[in-house]
């Protein structure tokens, strides 16, 4: 599957901010998908994750209450609403797309996101 991520951008403290990335190439609603983010000097760390039929959604701590992860499997695209940034949410974001724990890991070419203060 290929991953398209979109929506990045700068913006300012307090702002929101929100992600798009659309599949392509594989059967969307066979893959569990999630959202990672790398700050520079740092690892790359997990974000945000959905089930393949949406129902279930897991957080960061650092994201709990602020963003929300969302999916439509009609459009082949797995979304990440952004609120309340704080520049410590400076980095690039990726999606990213598994069938199940075994399965290969398929990654989007990553957006910058940038807040400013």
């Known amino acids: 599957v290929q991953l398209q991520a979109s929506g990045g951008g700068l913006v300012q403290v307090g702002g929101s901010l929100g992600l798009s990335c659309a599949a392509s190439?594989?059967?969307?609603?066979?893959?569990?998908m999630a959202w990672f983010r790398q700050a520079p000097g740092k690892e790359r760390e997990f974000v945000a994750g959905?089930?393949?039929?949406?129902?279930?959604?897991d957080y960061a701590d650092s994201a709990k209450g602020r963003f929300t992860i969302s999916r439509d499997n009609a459009k082949n695209t797995v979304y990440l609403q952004m609120n309340s940034l704080n520049p410590e949410d400076t980095a690039v974001y990726y999606c990213?797309?598994?069938?199940?724990?075994?399965?290969?890991?398929?990654w989007g070419q990553g957006t910058q996101v940038t807040v400013s203060s």
């Open positions: 959905i089930s393949r039929g949406g129902g279930s959604t």
């Open positions: 990213h797309a598994r069938r199940n724990r075994f399965g290969a890991d398929y």
């Open positions: 190439g594989g059967t969307f609603r066979d893959y569990v």
